[in-house]
Nanobody, 115 residues
Framework: QVQLVESGGGLVQPGGSLRLSCAAS????????MEWYRQRPGKQRELVAR???????VFADSVTGRFTISGDSAKNTVYLQMDDLKLEDTAVYYC?????????WGQGTQVTVSS
């Protein structure tokens, strides 16, 4: 089975930066899309960023200009660079990937923005 493992979460001050990583392992094939979601306290899980296999990207309005998604195909890893973090960015962040046979979720990583 494919596994997605997030890393890079933690505690950061407002205005700070973090880079999340999502590494895929197993029988991967080619991913069509890789995405980051987050679930803020009391909120529904929401799409943060999407990286498609053609290189196109999509960002939530709330993070546009502050977050960047990128991938390293050689490492089967997708990244979420998070800059100018705000209190409302506090959430559990989840990696999501889709290939020819299934879709997959990571276990989530906590990001807490606090002074």
């Amino acid at each position: 089975q494919v596994q997605l493992v997030e890393s890079g979460g933690g505690l950061v001050q407002p205005g700070g930066s973090l880079r999340l990583s999502c590494a895929a392992s197993g029988i991967i094939y080619s991913f069509y899309n890789m995405e980051w979601y987050r679930q803020r306290p009391g909120k529904q899980r929401e799409l943060v960023a999407r990286l498609s296999s053609d290189g196109s990207t999509v960002f939530a309005d709330s993070v546009t200009g502050r977050f960047t998604i990128s991938g390293d195909s050689a490492k089967n890893t997708v990244y979420l660079q998070m800059d100018d973090l705000k209190l409302e960015d506090t959430a559990v962040y989840y990696c999501y990937a889709q290939n020819r046979v299934n879709d997959y979720w990571g276990q989530g990583t906590q990001v807490t923005v606090s002074s």
